[in-house]
């Protein structure tokens, strides 16, 4: 899924949702994540149907995705201001959900959004706001559309079964040569991760190595809670631009000692979750771990 390797050893076995699931990591590159073969989320009718219903008991955007979604676009855009980056013109949000995030450029920037989002109910709630989506990257291309200037992706990288493919095609089809990328994840090293629908748990060097595979040059890599606590860094995002000659792009480099990170993360979370245990994890609408 990184490196190209099909060495791979078990890494855990968890149960999410009923499901029992088992993380390899590869023996080459250190990245860990769930065989494509054996999980049910690479299906795209999961996410069609399945997975707002799996994860929530309910297809509709919920009061709480809605609060989760609009405190991390105030947040985003607040990164981004103090990169001094221009405004973005033409702004693509891959798994836009139910475009709150696109609805805040458009707002705050003036920006023309676009959004992708596979599941029915979310897609029609953005259409709903005046939000212009589509149901997939590859209608998408196939609209031949002007290219953008920002790509966002929120929480989508982790579920998808070939990231660097992904990342290749965004920025191949869809992003200007001088735009920028945005995305995040949940940070292995702080956050639970092991999910039904998480294919792969990312730590800060292997985002960045999956980035630089899929042809980008890391700008920027910020790690934080925002807006589930103020101690624990469950996050990840990264901004980062193409890379002009993607002939250079050097080997993975790999990671050593994920486990031992791992546990020294999960560790750290359980004494501030012990001692501090309000800002370990601050008041939601509906309380639950995103
Ligand atoms: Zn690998």
């Known amino acids: 899924m990184l490196c190209g390797s099909a060495q791979k050893k078990q890494f855990d076995r968890v149960r999410s949702f009923g499901f029992p699931l088992v993380y390899y990591q590869c023996e080459r590159c250190g990245l860990v994540f769930q065989s494509t073969e054996e ?3 690479v299906d795209p009718v999961f996410y069609a149907e399945t997975y707002r219903k799996v994860y929530q008991a309910s297809a509709e955007p919920t009061a709480k995705d ?4 609009s405190q991390r676009a105030a947040h ?17 949000d891959v798994g836009a959900s139910a475009g709150v995030l696109l609805a805040a450029f458009q707002k705050a920037l003036g920006s ?20 212009p989506m589509m149901a ?20 989508v990288l982790e579920h998808l079964p070939d990231p660097v493919k992904t990342l290749r095609m965004l920025r191949t089809q869809l992003l200007a040569e001088d735009g920028y990328l945005l995305l995040e994840v949940p940070n292995f090293y702080e956050h639970d991760s092991y999910e039904l629908a998480h294919l792969v748990c990312y730590t800060p060097h292997t985002l960045r190595e999956t980035l630089r595979q899929g042809g ?13 606590s103020a101690r624990l860094n469950l996050y990840l995002t990264i901004l980062a631009q193409p890379q002009p000659d993607t002939n250079e792009i050097a080997p993975v480099k790999p990671e050593r ?7 020294a993360g999960m560790l750290y979370r359980r004494v501030v979750q012990k001692i501090l245990p309000h800002q370990a994890w601050l008041p939601l609408p509906e309380d639950h771990e995103v």
Do not use: C
């Open 39 to 41: 999980s049910q989320a």
């Open 66 to 69: 809605l609060w989760v979604q």
């Open 76 to 92: 985003l855009l607040s990164l981004l201001r103090g990169q001094n980056i221009p405004d973005p013109q033409r702004v693509l």
């Open 112 to 131: 023309d959004v676009m959004g992708v989002e596979p599941g029915d109910a979310y897609r029609a709630y953005a259409e709903s706001q005046g939000i």
């Open 136 to 155: 997939s990257l590859d209608a998408l291309i196939s609209a031949n559309p002007q290219r953008f200037n920002l790509i966002t992706m929120m929480h």
């Open 216 to 228: 980008f040059r890391v700008l920027k890599v910020w790690r934080h809670g925002v807006p589930r």
């Open 257 to 263: 000692f994920v486990r031992l990170k791992r546990q």
